[in-house]
């Protein structure tokens, strides 16, 4: 049974997102694919102004993937303990360093399967990495997607990945890496969980939320 909703305004969102939001990008502070998996690994379930604020010293510490698998999860967790489930994100740092040194020969892999097999890496931080990095045309749903596109109508899946797989059924392909950074910015600054900014979004017409609340 398919989770779409009938007609969903993919088209007048989009067309409004690219004339308002031309160039959205990651607020996550990364140099190289590196960084980016490291600091997305961080992010989970913590904020991406806590991450920037975290990275520099962690990178100082242990600047590319070798420098890493050659840690300990206890050498790790100083640097990070100001950051959301720091022994657990200490302990899959290393792993995942460890394993694409062994695995990839120390690049991380472009491939969302192979991305996977990465400890601490699941579905959506594949996404994120594979969009943002190598314009994969993926959508990775977190709890901002997941509102904005119910909100929008842009789907009515009960979880992540139908969510995900709503949004790149109606989502052309070469605006996916775009649209992933379009949703999540407007959950974050405008469509909020509480009090969304209903009164000075331009996706208000569009939003089942807005004409509910009203």
């Known amino acids: 049974m398919k989770s779409r909703v009938s007609e969903p305004p993919f088209g007048p969102i989009l067309a409004w997102f690219g004339a308002n939001r031309p160039l959205p990008k990651s607020e996550l502070d990364f140099l190289s694919p590196y960084q980016l998996i490291v ?18 010293a962690f990178f100082k510490r242990f600047p590319d993937v070798a420098a890493l698998a050659d840690a300990t999860p206890e050498e790790v967790f100083p640097l990070i303990r100001s950051i959301s489930y720091p022994n ?7 792993a995942l360093a460890q394993k694409v040194r062994q695995d990839f020969a120390g690049e991380i892999p472009h491939d969302i399967d192979a991305l996977m097999t990465l400890p601490g890496v699941g579905r959506k931080t594949a996404n994120v990495v594979a969009s943002v990095l190598y314009d994969e045309p993926v959508i990775a749903v977190d709890t901002h997607v997941f509102r904005v596109a119910h909100r929008l ?7 992540p990945l139908a969510v995900e797989r709503d949004l790149e059924a109606g989502i052309p392909a070469a605006l996916r890496p775009k649209a992933h950074h379009w949703l999540i910015l407007h959950g974050r600054y405008t469509c909020t969980a509480r009090n969304p900014k ?11 939320h807005h004409a509910q609340s009203r």
């Open 39 to 56: 600091a997305v690994v961080l992010s989970a379930q913590c904020t991406d102004k806590r991450v920037n604020l975290t990275t520099p």
């Open 88 to 94: 657990s994100k200490a302990q899959h740092l290393v």
């Open 153 to 159: 109508g842009l789907s009515d899946g009960k979880t």
């Open 198 to 208: 209903c009164g000075i979004c331009g996706l208000s017409p569009y939003c089942r």
